[in-house]
């Protein structure tokens, strides 16, 4: 099953304190959000994918901010199952397609879509997806490219994500509003599986 399907939306989630990512994960899951992307901005990024992958099997963990053939090395070598970028370079591309993973490809513009076409890969990550021309854009991009889709990601809300998810080329919407700071540093993962509930019913 392709990454777009297996939920609505794939949290997008940046973890400063490895110890909080399992159960961080946990309260994901259990409110219907298996797919989880862990950032790899902070120190502990792949300590955090490490556990999860350990710890909560029914998890499809991946690791985000892919930008260098190191950090795919790194962030495979850390149990991750899936890797997304926030753009596509050749060197890059070639890095994750021998990950031996699935991968979400960034792409913003139309003419990079194509590369990634020329190269057989359809499904990608549309980001920054509200600042890069959001609803309208990928309106615009479903007629010439009907067989490609998105996982579109940056500045997408709950209030904003069935918008999105009412797109023919839309499988999934990447969103950072499903583990706020404040609830993570509160430990109150109650409210963050209430969120991930919420979001797993878009669809």
Known sequence: MSLLDIAPVIP????????T???????????????????????????????????????VIGAG?????ADVTAAVAAGARFLVSPGSTPALLDAMEGGGVPFLPGVATASEVLALAERGLTEMKFFPA?????????KSLAGPLADVRFCPTGGIRLATAPDYLALPN??????????????????D???????????AALR
């Open 130 to 138: 509200e600042a890069a021309g959001g609803l309208p854009y990928l």
């Open 21 to 59: 990512a399992v159960p961080l994960a946990r309260a994901l899951v259990a409110g219907g959000l298996p797919v989880i992307e862990v950032t790899l901005r902070t120190a502990g990024a792949l300590e955090a994918v490490e556990r999860i992958a350990a710890e909560v099997p029914e998890a």
């Open 12 to 19: 997008v989630v940046v973890i400063d304190d490895p110890e």
């Open 65 to 69: 901010t892919i930008r260098t053939g």
């Open 189 to 199: 993962y109650a409210r963050i599986e209430k969120l991930a509930s919420e979001a």
């Open 170 to 187: 839309v499988g999934c919407v990447g969103g950072t509003w499903l583990t706020p700071a404040d609830a993570l540093a509160e430990g």
